[in-house]
């Protein structure tokens, strides 16, 4: 069983920052992949980023690429998500979720995660 929180979610203007945290609990942080999902009003869930236990292999969707950065600190149970130059198309809901399939590397599909967080809206105003 594992439990994740979200939060950092707000309001920015385009150009702007937010860091996203999740905090984790339940199963051994260090024993199982992390991901960042966002799903906008009236569209799927889409993938964003995701990373192994120890932070060695990251992976992000295009639009992101070069503006986000995923990492994870397990001696605190924690999952961030930098998100910089942000734009209005990166407005939604943000969760974190737990693979508990994977250790050495880490998926971009939705269905391979088995824990989810109740999600951080994060808005971005033009």
């Known amino acids: 069983q594992v439990q994740l929180v979200e939060s950092g979610g707000g309001l920015v203007q385009a150009g702007g920052s937010l860091r996203l945290s999740c905090v984790a609990s339940g199963r051994t942080f260090s024993s199982y992949a992390m991901g960042w999902f966002r799903q906008a009003p009236g569209k799927e869930r889409e993938f964003v980023a995701a990373i192994s236990w120890n932070n060695a292999n990251t992976y992000y969707a295009d639009s992101v690429k070069g503006r986000f950065t995923i990492s994870r600190g397990n001696s605190k149970n924690i999952l961030l998500l930098q998100m910089n130059t942000l734009k209005p198309e990166d407005t939604a809901v943000y969760y974190c979720?737990?693979?508990?399939?994977?250790?050495?590397?880490?998926?971009?599909?939705?269905?391979?995660?088995?824990?989810w967080g109740q999600g951080t809206q994060v808005t971005v105003s033009s």
């Open positions: 979720a737990a693979d508990l399939g994977a250790v050495t590397f880490a998926t971009m599909t939705a269905s391979d995660y088995d824990y």
